[in-house]
Every structure is written in C-alpha cells, then in structure tokens.
C-alpha cells in the first residue's frame, strides 16, 4: 500500500541552525500538509500546499518557516533559525488522489526535532 | 472556524467491554469528520471518515462512529475491545470543500486492561 515517508526519523539541532524536513508524499496525490505535535500537546496545522502554492497556512507558520516542492516527489518544511519552542514531532501528509476524491489525509511516521 | 472537543484525555476498559470515546465537533459549515489513531513511536493512522454520506460510518479494526448533528457529536464505538487497541485516538475535523486542513482534538489516551 502507497505510503508517505519522511526523513530524518529524529534530528537533533541547536538553537538558531537551519533544519529541512523532508517528506515524500503519495504518489498522484494533489494536496500536502505540514502538521506538528508538541510533546503531550495536540497536533497543529501549520501549512498546506497545492499546485506549487502555499493554500493555506497557520499563525505558527511565521518568517523562519517555508515549504517546497523542489521536484515531482519530494516536500520540504524549512525552518530557517530553530528555537527551543520549535522542539516537537513534525508530521507531513498527502492528499486528494488524481483519480478520486476520498480527502482522506495520509499522514506520514513524523520526524521528531530537538531543538538544544 | 472549527474545533473539536474530546472528553476525557485517558479512558480505560476491560479487554471485551465496549469502548466509547467522545468528540463533538464546532462548524460554521457542514463538517467533515475523522477518526485518527496513533500507536506509540508511529504517525496517524485514518480510522474512519465521515463526509456527509451515511450518518454511522464504519472503520477499520471493528470501529464506528455516528454523526449525530442534533448534538454536534461524533463518538467512537468497539463493541469489544481488545489489548491491541491500546493507543491514543484523536478526533479531527475540517470544512466540507474537501483536501482543506484537518483540526485535531487534545486526543483520547485508551487503555486496556486485561
């Protein structure tokens, strides 16, 4: 079964270093989100990209935080100087297949940042 | 705006006793509404959907839910619980446009005990 995939599983960062999220959604899936969970917190929306744009996008999502699509499979969460408080699991997901509009989100394993 | 509301941050049962685990939901559109699950160490999981079709939805692993718009409600059900459904449940809802952000709730921690 498709699958979203994400890596690094866990990275480790110190605080004002640039980090990249990467993520590689479905395949022929048309929407692709970033979501994050800050430990014993709920997971938050932060951004959501469709047709090479950013869709929609959270009051988390600030300056420091950008999102690409550099080729046909990968999607990337930049953050472009960590804070401490950016510490949390980062989840990516894909949705909206090319051949039937279920709008389930697929949501990938998370990749668990520690900002030192 | 949107937002859901889980009742209860852990709930516990008797392995084979029926499990609930509560949400309702605040829309100012007609919602679509989500069951994910998240087992330690893992990403979130789709249990189950509704997206204006039938009211009581069914899922993976024996789950349901009914979407009651009377209560703006959309509770989680297992007639018989089982030791591997030991995990954390969030409630999620979204507009109905369809591929729009997902709105998660604090999440429910479900325990079994054997």
């Known amino acids: 079964e498709p699958e979203v995939t994400q890596t690094p599983s866990h990275q480790v960062t110190q605080m004002g270093q640039e980090v990249i999220l990467r993520c590689v959604p479905i395949?022929?899936?048309?929407?692709f989100y970033w979501y994050r969970q800050i430990l014993g917190q709920k997971v938050e929306f932060l951004v959501s990209f469709y047709n090479n744009e950013i869709s929609e996008k959270s009051e988390i999502f600030d300056d420091q935080f950008s999102v690409e699509r550099p080729d046909g499979s990968n999607f990337t969460l930049k953050i472009r100087s960590t804070k401490l408080e950016d510490s949390a699991m980062y989840f990516c997901a894909s949705s909206g297949h090319l051949r039937d509009r279920t709008y389930e989100q697929y949501f990938g394993p998370g990749t668990r940042l520690t900002v030192t | 705006a949107q937002s859901v509301t889980q009742l209860g941050s852990h709930v516990s049962v008797s392995e084979g006793a029926l499990v609930l685990l509560r949400c309702n939901y605040s829309?100012?559109?007609?919602?679509?509404l989500f069951w994910y699950v998240q087992y330690p160490n893992q990403g979130l999981q789709l249990l189950l959907k509704?997206?204006?079709?039938?009211?009581l939805v069914k899922g993976i692993n024996g789950f349901e839910a009914e979407f009651k718009k009377s209560e703006t409600s959309f509770h989680l059900t297992k007639p018989s619980a089982h030791m591997s459904d030991a995990a954390e449940y969030f409630c999620a809802v979204s507009g109905n446009f369809g591929n729009e952000k997902l709105t998660f709730g604090t999440g429910t921690r479900l325990t079994i005990i054997p």
């Open positions: 395949s022929n899936h048309l929407y």
């Open positions: 509704y997206t204006s079709a039938a009211t």
């Open positions: 829309s100012s559109v007609p919602p679509y």
